[in-house]
């Protein structure tokens, strides 16, 4: 159990153009989602948090207006990258959290190159 | 805040070797603890976890970790590893408590786990 996914794995995009990611837990519902990018050679920099029904809550430094989380349900959140450039190639990865659990479960990962 | 450190950034073994892969941490409240592998191009996949109770923490794949509260360390180890076993290893902090932070990980930068044959 506490299967996470995420759509697409990889994706190649012209600069300017937008990028959906979607993050699914498959058995179970996620109270909370974390989205995470990760850098070549570097660790997991947390992007923002969603909880279902309200508006992200995002880390310092992270443009929400290019980053926008959408965590329409228990089990979908979607992170869409708008006008992406090529410093936000990277590896974006999201987790899910079900409620009073101490764990996140995360999800595969999705490499973004922006050409 | 959290901090947390992983005083290591690559360690290569050969396999059947003992490993340990140190990772302290820094914060002014109670925190959970947490180990995670990273295979290339994948998610992460949770080693062991430290809550409350025992010390001595036993993972998956033959990994344990000790909590020690007055070196503020977590240390992963291994008595004999294998050549599957090489991956990135990351150790994490959450707090220990609820708030706006809640469910936060603050990762440590990562050790590269690499085992010869």
């Given at each position: 159990?506490?299967?996470?996914?995420?759509?697409?794995?990889?994706?190649?995009?012209?600069?300017?153009?937008?990028?959906?990611?979607?993050?699914?837990?498959?058995?179970?519902?996620?109270?909370?989602?974390?989205?995470?990018?990760?850098?070549?050679?570097q660790s997991l920099m947390l992007?923002?948090?969603?909880?279902?029904?309200?508006?992200?809550?995002?880390?310092?430094?992270?443009?929400?207006?290019?980053?926008?989380?959408?965590?329409?349900?228990?089990?979908?959140?979607?992170?869409t990258v708008t006008s992406a450039?090529?410093?936000?190639?990277?590896?974006?990865?999201?987790?899910?959290?079900?409620?009073?659990?101490?764990?996140?479960?995360?999800?595969?990962?999705?490499?973004?190159?922006?050409? | 805040?959290?901090?947390?450190?992983?005083?290591?950034?690559?360690?290569?073994?050969?396999?059947?070797?003992?490993?340990?892969?140190?990772?302290?941490?820094?914060?002014?409240?109670?925190?959970?603890?947490?180990?995670?592998?990273?295979?290339?191009?994948?998610?992460?996949?949770?080693?062991?976890?430290?809550?409350?109770?025992?010390?001595?923490?036993?993972?998956?794949?033959?990994?344990?970790?000790?909590?020690?509260?007055?070196?503020?360390?977590?240390?992963?180890?291994?008595?004999?590893?294998?050549?599957?076993?090489?991956?990135?290893?990351?150790?994490?902090?959450?707090?220990?408590?609820?708030?706006?932070?809640?469910?936060?990980?603050?990762?440590?930068?990562?050790?590269?786990?690499?085992?010869?044959?």
């Open positions: 159990g506490a299967v996470v996914s995420q759509h697409p794995s990889w994706v190649i995009c012209k600069s300017g153009t937008s990028v959906k990611i979607e993050c699914r837990s498959l058995d179970f519902q996620a109270t909370t989602m974390f989205w995470y990018r990760q850098f070549p050679k992007m923002a948090t969603s909880n279902e029904g309200s508006k992200a809550t995002y880390e310092q430094g992270v443009e929400k207006d290019k980053f926008l989380i959408n965590h329409a349900s228990l089990t979908l959140s979607t992170l450039h090529p410093e936000d190639s990277s590896f974006y990865i999201c987790s899910a959290m079900r409620s009073s659990y101490n764990e996140q479960f995360f999800g595969p990962g999705t490499r973004l190159t922006v050409l | 805040a959290q901090s947390v450190t992983q005083l290591d950034s690559q360690v290569p073994v050969f396999e059947e070797a003992p490993v340990e892969l140190r990772c302290n941490y820094s914060s002014s409240v109670s925190v959970y603890l947490f180990w995670y592998v990273q295979y290339p191009n994948q998610g992460l996949q949770l080693l062991l976890k430290y809550l409350s109770g025992s010390t001595l923490v036993k993972g998956i794949n033959g990994f344990e970790a000790e909590f020690n509260k007055s070196q503020t360390s977590f240390h992963l180890r291994k008595p004999s590893v294998h050549i599957s076993d090489t991956a990135e290893y990351f150790c994490a902090v959450k707090k220990n408590a609820g708030g706006t932070s809640y469910g936060k990980l603050t990762f440590g930068q990562g050790t590269i786990l690499t085992v010869h044959p």
